[in-house]
């Protein structure tokens, strides 16, 4: 099973990611959990100095931007391929 990060504040940005995130998750029907981590200690850990960021299993792909669902499927399918 993937772990899907959203990190940030919970601001609408940190939001709208994670919708995109289970949208993405939804069609291509994998089973992932999709967390949002609104912690900063925790998010500083992945070195993201602008928010929201997006880590798929323990790996951050994107930060200080909102990519497209198009992409976040991308993301989500090297990390399975990688797994």
């Not at 772990?3 to 994998?30: D, F, M, P, Q, Y």
């Not at 609104?38 to 299993?57: F, Q, R």
Request: hydrophobic content about 45%; charged content about 20%.
């Amino acid at each position: 099973m993937l772990t899907i990060k959203i990190l940030g504040s919970g601001c609408e940005n940190c939001k709208r990611l994670a919708r995109l995130a289970e949208l993405a998750v939804n069609h291509l029907a994998v089973e992932a959990q999709v967390v949002k981590v609104t912690d900063y200690p925790e998010i500083m850990k992945y070195n993201v100095m602008s928010t929201p960021g997006l880590v798929v299993n323990e790996k951050l792909v994107s930060a200080g931007r909102i990519p497209s669902e198009a992409e976040i499927t991308t993301f989500i399918t090297t990390a399975l391929m990688e797994a």
